[in-house]
């Protein structure tokens, strides 16, 4: 926590919005400040998409349509920007032709932007980035974490073309390596066609529950999110958001969009439910900005990263 | 009520929906009759916004998204061209350069379109037309209104840039003015952060309950709809309706979107419900075309504008 | 069913889901097998619409956004490519400048592709479609079926400028043919304005119950499923879905669109309950990709397209 | 010529181009005045194409996009709305369900607006308009007139699927009607593949003769203008411009494009050079807006029927 | 000139071009370098124009659209980052709702910015920033300069709704102030219609000539860039660049749009002529990405920037 | 040559050209015929790319982009589809997350096509691809070819993050392994900023000339062309197109795209007058569809194969 005031965003009564560099909800860069709690980074990086490609372009894309957030946040009661440092970092250096370097330059950036106990927001870039963001992650906790991920997708699959790391596979990779705690793991608003009945049974044996977008209609959202908060315990949480949790009409900007997906109001409240929970890292991957139509994908990944964010935050005690 | 057969759209069965200049719902023109009961009318006015401009363009998209409404409304069970003489009163000349003079404008030919009686649905243009039409209101009504704003935002923010009279604004100085009913006046579907905690204190001073977007989830529309109705009573109300109330999904034509907002169903249901209500005018502001596609906004807007006429049409004997 | 393993679409981790030429569900094509138990079969016909045209582009556009499409479906616990041999038959050639002739030919081409007992997904075109798609399933069930028919609008109006036979007719024409079981057809997600309440009186006379987008919203969809379950019975089903139930929000890419409309997710649970249906044909019609965007009403359509055809395999012993 | 001062478009620098009912140029509508000398009007018809469909929205459309055109015109040095009256006289209604009835329709409509020596200026509509337009000026004209048509196809293709009538044919058909003047006609920027030979062989016994896209480029657009001057002499002249004559980067809102035309810059300067020209009527077809991008195409079309108003305005003495 | 290596864009084959804050070209902020010989600046101001607004958000878009500018300007045979320092200073702060205040701010911005001899390259904005910048420019030049106006429109109108100083009379009120060399101003790529002949006569009187887009066609670029320079002679120039001096088919994302106007290779070829004239200050207006599409007017505007930045680079000795 | 008939594609006067599974120009798949002459081949591959990806959708998009194309070229005066049998082979598989196993699939793939003498005319992907297909181009002609190359860029740089083989180097990789003739190797079309002077140096070394995009404004067409053809001799040339060579007005829908570009029809021009060259094969590239409107970049494309395939066509005798 700082001891003195932390910079915020400009006052939007006498700077424009839609003036100054695009920094996350308007922030400050990491390097105006000593020291930050929480910082969103940005990895521009897409070389793990199998279908459409762009997300590279989601980091800045975020930005700036994250113009319009103000500091107050009435659903959560709380004040992200006034009681701690929260900046935004920039973006991470990913090799867009050599997925394993990529990752490694990830992982590593990663581990030095948390080093002096700063928490990440990731801004993707594909889902592949979660693996290398997981490892620095279980780094840091020194334990394995509980992944919770939204996503259409599951996300667990074996390889594509022979890679073994692709925006398809990262929990698969994550689990195996051991950093996931396989009692607490848990997928929210998958839907659609897999492969094969296998890929449940393998999703399971890998740590996963699954908490589907047709569960959250049928049986309300105050249960999904008990079920959710009761498979999470007081664990340390890392949270994946993928966009494509969305249904396309309300994320169309998007690598792999499936229809029958969750509402972003469904969404945003099942992130608030996570102010009880002890969240040691996050991401929202998959914006595809080639194929948003007036910022709408853009604006709820920004608002997914403020309710992330929200509730990082302590407490007024 | 007209004694002779009011003048409607022309038959679809013969005259192509897409044919003709647009008039809201291919209505006739105040010019073209004596007298009206209720009219649709323009503001193209843009200048109060604080981040993407583009309504002035609101009034032309909403009436060629129009063309598709019908004579008979089943969800009201009322027919609203048949016993009444609904027309579209074309646009009011309001200075772009100039918000006072603008405002001023927009209240005298408010008060000149209603010296008989006729009651207005105002296509907008931004959100600060709604306090001269409110002036308007007020006046004709001989007392001050209870408001019925359905927005994403409280709009009753003080001043920006030192400006007092903008998009974010018409509330406070409308309460302010003593234009509003103070123990009436509700907020439908806000959502997303605010500035501090003052706002939502001043909110309530200046006469406003909030029904959230949020509480219309959690706690179920018939829930939400009866907490409106009764705050509202048999007081006489004036109903604006922000596009931005819906979701960016349903309605990402507009200047201010954000995400987690009411779905356009909803949106129908809450507008349906004021049947019982004394309506004694209306708004439909934030439309900016530059940002819809397909004209879903103006679409959605156009099926409020129409839902609103249904509440005002008298039942029949 | 066939007696050797069906030919599928190709391994999509060695195959890359972009390559190809576009069939639905990169499924073969019908010259590729010899025999179909299920096909899906294009009719880009768009002659008979009042508003918007461009269906006739529909089959292409919905095979291009179904890539993505996996083989097995948790959701209904089947692998509906595995048991039996499905196959994209390609497009029905239909005039574009005579309405009767094309429908002659959609009725011909329907007849010869059911000789063998093949069972067919059409993927449309415009709603008229759908009346010689009905004569070849009545005549193929050698009895009326009933019509389970998801749109946003009646389509049992009588004429339009003196024609019989356009996008806005079927229905009727279909009672009027003795096509239709009188006691189960029914609309689902129906909404927006009509011309006279002749039109509901003349609808029920014409066969068919109702369940509305309000209704499904107010009663909640287990009910509507049951309703819709109730009233279908054992009897031969012939689905014909029009994406514009689907809000404008999930569906913009299409002609007559009207606000106020169903989630995909909810129709897509809608189909699924038809399982229990003995479905005998289905049409997914009204896809106009010109105002589609990022392919969402596609997706959506191809994801109904999956549904249909998970519903119509048989369960495995 | 009209004995008192015209009504013209209301001043623009106190009402705003975006206001206000749309009509081209903003210009009165025919029943605000006694007579007109020269009228713009609407025929809102496609059911004549044979790939994509909207240019029924095409009329509509160019009004919305002509809202910048003002009254002096210093490339021509003349103020079109000053010495005579000009009007937008609205849509004509045509069955889109009945290709014949709508020609006949059409050229009734043209008949009627033209009887007391009105001029037309006609909005499209596809190209299939042109063949009772045609009917109609040769029929005012007391005898066949030049065709000087801007276009990227011959239009002279004989039948469509057994259809005689469509937007591929008008030329053809009016040439067998001897509506056209066989010595003078003249197509300008065609471009692209053809079915045969014959094509060409056919089009020059129906009459005509071509300045091709590439012509205009590799001869330049002096030459080119001074053939087309010489071709057409002093004959009456019936001018119709298929928006695909420009290059999709100029004309992306049209059916059939086709890569290789004309800059919007030599369309307007081709046109400018009819002044010296005896223009009887003329057409712009082949607007179709859903394919169009932030009006590009429709103001394209404004501009090139401004010139024609132009063209066809006498010059002062 | 400075006497170290100057600070320049990232070097691209080590940091992906679409990573990183958006600055244009990549360069270093202002705040990175000690002084700068060439600053290019945000003024994201729109409250001037009379048409379509959203020429606020053109300085982001344009830094967007620059990322892929490099350093070696072979076409003027010129380093432009190499010799001299090239920063991007950010957004001056503009009041949106009031035009005189915004003026003001605007001139005191770009004195403060040019106190140390820094030029400036400004990235509007409408138009009306023209005036304030003129100001600025005249001051700093201790005389009046040559305006250089690259536009569709003359922007020498007098008012609009009383308003003096708006996007249309930027070059009126520069010249009543005296601010404008009378003998050497010029407009080119002029084209469509005005108000009466008047609106030539006004503004030849208030010190332009004229280089019109269908001039250029005409007589061909070499004659249009002699005639451009002789006018100009050795005076010092501001140059002013409105994006619609381009045909709407190179810049669909503007407000104003003209069709019949530049292509972007003679916009660039004219600009890089420049390079034998004394740039004293520029801007590039305009730019609304509301109606750009793939960013096409955005790399117009930031290749106009780079030639005129290499244009006004110091050639190596 | 083929001693039958060919198959061409299905007459367009009976089969709507919006009909049917889409080919590159409606011909027959290669499985449809017993052998080829001139074959067109997808390869959906960008995982080269160092800006926008998406081109991996290219050869689908061309494909549906293609269906206007008619069998008679009056321009060559040749009926390409006549004398000699052309087909669409469909894709090459080739894996999106290793770079040089997919250029050896690529490789293998066109030396498999070209086993008996067919040539082929491939559709990208991005300009990666080029690389294996001059492999084998270059060992099907058992000589060096000259590389035509139509780009805004040189693609001739080193290497990207330590890639050696990325869309921006396949001409140097090939001009090392001597696949190129040093001698006849041109570039047309190129512009826009470079890294440094040492990239004109090193790409005249490895065997390029250059006709600039402003050359050919400047010097004229005729001049253009005749020094192509002088520089390509009598030698087999193998050719290829990025259609960032047009401008983006023309071609929007591309990875790397730069202002000043060619226009469509100097491009087409261009490629006409190779029917005098020796064509070995060709390539066209970087068509990037999610950056696409209307098609306009696929249509470009599409008509660029059909110039492509038309100067392929021997003369008949």
Known sequence: ??????????????????????????????????????????????????????????????????????????????????????VDAGD???????????VDQIEHAALALTEQGTRLITLGGDHTIALPLLRAAAQRAQQPVAVLHFDAHLDTWDTYFGAPITHGT?????????????????????????????????????????????????????????????????????????????????????GTPEAGGMTSRELLSMIRALRAVNLVGADIVEVAPAYDHAQITGIAAAHVGYEILSAMTPKPE
Do not use: C, K, W
Not at 17 to 36: H, K, Q
Not at 92 to 102: G, K, S
Not at 202 to 227: C, H, M, N, T
């Open 92 to 102: 991470v250096i990913a090799n867009p032709f050599n997925i394993l370097e990529a």
């Open 170 to 254: 990262p929990f698969r990779r994550a689990s195996e390596e051991g950093l996931i705690d396989l009692t607490a793991s848990t997928h929210v608003g998958t839907r659609g066609p897999l492969y094969t009945t296998e890929d449940l049974r393998d999703d399971e044996r890998l740590g996963f529950a699954i908490i589907s977008s047709v569960e959250i209609q049928d049986e309300g959202l105050p249960s999904a999110i008990r079920r959710m908060l009761t498979r999470l315990g007081d664990r340390p949480v890392y949270l994946s958001v993928d966009v494509d949790v969305m249904d396309p009409a309300h994320a169309p900007g998007t």
């Open 1 to 86: 926590m700082v001891d003195h005031v932390p910079l915020g965003p400009p006052d939007a009564s006498l700077n424009p919005r839609y003036a100054g560099f695009a920094t996350f909800a308007r922030l400050p860069r990491l390097d105006e400040v000593s020291r930050a709690d929480i910082a969103f980074v940005g990895v521009p990086f897409d070389s793990g998409v199998s279908f459409r490609p762009g997300a590279r372009f989601g980091p800045s894309h975020i930005r700036e349509s994250s113009r319009l957030l103000r500091p107050y946040n009435p659903a959560q009661d709380v004040s992200p920007f006034a009681g701690q440092q929260v």
